[in-house]
């Protein structure tokens, strides 16, 4: 059964540096999104992505915070300038219609000393 | 925005019927009803959704009552696998044809051998 996939599965950095989080998404999918979940906390949509641009963001997705398809395969999130605040698992998911059920990734632990 | 509640936490005896209610009193009539479960810190998993009449899939039914302000998710025969928190979530359409998923607190389900 096909299914997203996501690297690293656990990512340390220093504060201040960027991070680049992989997702490949089902092959033919669509429509792309990030969430986040900060550790005992709920999970939270970040950004939705569909034809090459974002549809629509959550507060949470600021300016240190971008999205790309640079391939046609890979969909990434890059946080600019981490914060600790970053630490989180981040999970990406894929739907192949905008309507259909989101299929998530396993996530990447992001850890920001 | 449709919020929902949920009991945050039951048990269930392996092998019976796990019934997991839901309120979400304030849904609108287009909206759809989602559930999905996490187990541990993986990704969310889908389960089912439905609008206004009952469904059925080999994971699990999702009974809506006739007003849709509340529903029930029944997994037939629980396992210990099946032991994570449950999510059920209105799925709120965003613009340009995506949509977020809300995730609240979920109910944490215990699958007692």
């Known amino acids: 059964e096909p299914e997203v996939t996501q690297t690293p599965s656990h990512q340390v950095t220093q504060m201040g540096q960027e991070v680049i989080l992989r997702c490949v998404p089902i092959?033919?999918?669509?429509?792309f999104y990030w969430y986040r979940q900060i550790l005992g906390q709920k999970v939270e949509f970040l950004v939705s992505?569909?034809?090459?641009?974002?549809?629509?963001k959550s507060e949470i997705f600021d300016d240190q915070f971008s999205v790309e398809r640079p391939d046609g395969s890979n969909f990434t999130l890059k946080i600019r300038s981490t914060k600790l605040e970053d630490s989180a698992m981040y999970f990406c998911?894929?739907?192949?219609?905008?309507?259909?059920?989101?299929?998530f990734g396993p996530g990447t632990r992001l850890t920001v000393t | 925005d449709a919020k929902t509640t949920q009991p945050t936490s039951m048990d269930c005896a392996e092998g019976r019927a796990a019934n997991l209610p839901c309120n979400h009193s304030t849904i609108s009539g287009n909206e759809y009803v989602y559930w999905y479960r996490q187990i541990h810190s993986q990704g969310p998993q889908y389960i089912i959704h439905?609008?206004?009449n009952n469904e059925t899939n080999e994971m699990a039914s999702l009974i809506i009552t006739e007003d849709r302000k509340s529903s029930t998710l029944i997994l037939p025969h629980a396992t210990l696998r099946d032991t994570a928190v449950y999510y059920c979530?209105?799925?709120?359409?965003?613009?340009?044809?995506?949509?977020?998923?809300?995730f609240g607190k979920g109910t944490k389900l215990s699958v007692i051998p």
């Open positions: 092959s033919n999918h669509l429509y």
């Open positions: 992505f569909y034809n090459n641009e974002i549809s629509e």
């Open positions: 979530i209105v799925r709120v359409d965003g613009g340009a044809g995506s949509y977020q998923l809300t």
């Open positions: 998911a894929s739907t192949k219609r905008w309507a259909d059920e989101q299929y």
């Open positions: 439905g609008l206004k």
